[in-house]
């Protein structure tokens, strides 16, 4: 037997038309669902059905079986406007399908529509490729429900450091002065924003702020810090507050307070408040004599007003002969 060409066996391939029913079988498993409807709306066959076309056996139904008014009105527009332009078409549209389906959730599908004609170029129906975008308009939402999320909390971060960069301005004596303290306090932000990020946006634990905002900032931390109680979720907004207060109290005690102190330690105690929320308790000890914000500072109006304030709870700042003691009531609004 005598061998052909290899160039021969090629055109001889390529002549061929692929099987139509092979192609159709192709699509199984695919996202593509492929159907066919007479000039009537009636379901003559289907390939490869899921989504809403596996909601039942739909052939020789029609389409307003499936299709509310709604869907239905913006199908048959699409369709008039393939026969007006003959060139293929595609429309979106949300379909809920009948309650005796037992699939009550909508539907979002992308159909493209082919126009079929026979063999005198009348309109015998059309040809449907259909597509489930529920998953797609899904992720498309919470992106822009997470972008809007992200400008609203910047904007309120921005509103965070314009009044931090004022309050503290306004009473610091010298540039340098104002430059560490406002530095810092917008460290201490950072931070908190970090931990914010970490948990995908939904707040901290409280453990994990008290690690960032002190344990990691104090160089030396056996027999110094100790941390003890509960540990409640706090959602953004009183991380972001809650990181300032340890801020300012673990700045003061390592600046003027008792961890300058080769015996000074710090307390950190959370307790579970009820229905009410949670209570933050720092004790440091000894106290040093100027171990205690001044009853005019900025620092001193953080702890008391401005950080209470915005967790929906109280703040007071005790100074004794033995320890300075500060006491925060975080909302139950506050906890995640």
Known sequence: MTARPSHEIGLEYRSEMPDKDLVL??????????????????????????????????????????????????????????????????????????????????????????????????????????????????????LKNLLREVAHRSKNMLAMVLSLSGQTARVASTKDEFVRRFTGRLQSLAKSQDVITERDWHGSAFSDLVKRQVIDVVPFQDGHIEVTGEDPELGPNGTLHVGLALHELVTNALVHGSLTRPGGRVEINCEDLGDYGFRLTWTESPRVISSAPKAKSFGRTMLERIVPSAVNGQGTLDITDDAVIYSLDIGRTEIV
Do not use: H, M
């Open 25 to 142: 079988k192709s699509l199984s498993g695919s996202a593509v669902t492929i159907f066919f409807q007479d000039v009537e709306g009636v379901f003559r066959w289907f390939v490869n059905p899921q989504s809403l076309w596996a909601t039942g056996d739909l052939t020789g139904q029609k389409e307003d079986v499936v299709l509310g008014s709604e869907a239905l009105k913006k199908l048959q527009e699409a369709k008039r406007t393939v026969l007006a332009s003959g060139e293929r078409g595609a429309v979106e549209l949300a379909v809920t399908p009948p309650n005796d389906t037992g699939d009550p959730r909508p539907f979002y599908i992308k159909l493209t529509i082919e126009p079929a004609f026979d063999a005198k170029r009348d309109v015998e129906g059309f040809v449907c490729s259909s597509i489930d975008i529920s998953e797609q308009l899904k992720r498309e939402q919470t």
